[in-house]
């Protein structure tokens, strides 16, 4: 097993807020469920059904993306999975695929609603703006 590879790319949907706990030992851990869509699942009206992901995002990273991971938030993920498995309270076994996440990238707002497009649309309003006081014979290209 010298030649062994362990890694998860996922695109999806945060159906829960980031929830930011410590270990005992006092590292940071950020843990969250992602829904990424399936279409070989349908459901009874024919649309795309949903596998469910447990994340956990570690340390600084963990920090920084706590108040950024809300429910309805799209994201890809990078990291390595593993399945845990447990028992419910009827005593059946379980198994839940989770991945421990190296890398996130940000790719949308919750809902996608007005507020977002709102802001969206002032950054490149902003980015339209020459500064007043360039004139244009004083850039070198």
Known sequence: MANSYNK?????????????RATPQGRQVLSSSLAVEDPS?????????????RIKV???????????????????VEGRLSIQTWTD???????T????????????SPGGGQAAQAREAHAVDDL??????????????
């Open 8 to 20: 998860i790319i996922l695109v999806g949907n945060l159906g829960r807020d980031a929830e930011l």
């Open 41 to 53: 699942k349908k459901d009874d009206r024919g649309r795309p059904g949903t596998e469910w992901y």
């Open 58 to 76: 570690w340390g600084r990273q963990a920090e920084t993306l706590s108040p950024l991971l809300l429910k309805g938030k799209s994201i890809l």
């Open 89 to 95: 309270r009827e005593g059946h076994n379980r198994y």
């Open 97 to 108: 695929p989770e991945v421990s996440v190296d890398r996130v990238v940000l790719l949308g």
């Open 128 to 141: 339209d703006q020459t500064p007043a006081d360039i004139n244009a014979d004083d850039i070198p290209f």
